[in-house]
């Protein structure tokens, strides 16, 4: 039983239910139109202007952070890695399927998107954990901040806070180009970002003490 907990199919089983909750989690943080996670700020606001989903959008974006950290480490780059390209197909696939599935709370008084928002981070938080519990490979979002900390030798937490702010004024800036507004980026993003992060860390102390014997994967991996 333990040799089967520890393979490499089960690992890549629970690393597909992370990456199915964080879907679910994005889809339930951005329905109620109150922003959405940095992470998806891009590819929302893209898809609130351009003929192509934020599954799509989603894809893309991760697809380049893939081919951004193949250049910035080289040979560095592990071959497992390229394993982020069918996970960030599958990720932008199923942001669509539960952006479709999902009933939507935007017309309906602010507790009740409040309410979508939290459950939305509180899912995408458990997702993460799961992910990153599996051990396998990481999301081209992770892969990215963990490149940069490589080839400019900075701590990781910093440098994600500033890779998650520079998504954010991306997503203004292409807001004001497409509408000459400021849409798709609002209290929801910035509610997002700090709950997000606190939640991943209160799951892996829930599990460091329930399990004290099982080993902690919540610090940043080299790619």
């Known amino acids: 039983m333990s040799r089967l907990l520890h ?3 089960f690992r890549f089983l629970i690393f ?11 889809a339930l943080t951005t329905k109620p139109n109150l922003g959405t996670t940095p992470i998806s700020a891009l590819p929302f606001v893209a898809s609130l202007g351009l003929p192509f989903s934020m599954g799509f959008f989603t894809g893309a974006v991760n697809l380049a952070m893939v081919g951004a950290q193949k250049f ?3 040979k560095k780059f592990s071959r497992i890695q390229y394993l982020q390209i069918p996970a960030a197909c599958a990720f932008g696939l199923l942001i669509d399927f539960w952006m479709a599935a999902l009933p939507d709370p ?3 008084p602010y507790l009740l998107k409040f ?3 939290a459950a939305g981070a509180l899912v995408l938080a458990f997702g993460v954990f799961v992910e990153v519990s599996a051990n396998v490979v990481v999301m081209p979002g992770e892969g990215m901040v963990l490149a940069l900390a490589v080839v400019l030798q900075r701590d990781f937490g910093m440098l994600k806070v500033v890779f998650d702010a520079s998504l954010v004024v991306l997503a203004t800036l292409l807001s004001l180009v497409l509408f000459h507004d400021i849409q798709g980026v609002r209290e ?4 997002s970002a700090a709950l997000v992060g606190c939640l991943v ?9 329930l399990t004290p014997g099982v080993k902690d994967h919540s610090r940043p991996r080299k790619s």
Do not use: E, H
């Open 7 to 9: 393979s490499y199919p």
């Open 16 to 26: 597909f239910i992370g990456v199915v909750f964080m879907a679910l989690g994005i």
């Open 72 to 74: 910035l480490l080289g």
């Open 106 to 108: 935007s017309a309906g």
């Open 115 to 117: 309410l979508y928002l």
């Open 188 to 191: 929801g993003t910035i509610l």
């Open 201 to 209: 860390k209160l799951f892996f102390l829930i599990r460091s003490r």
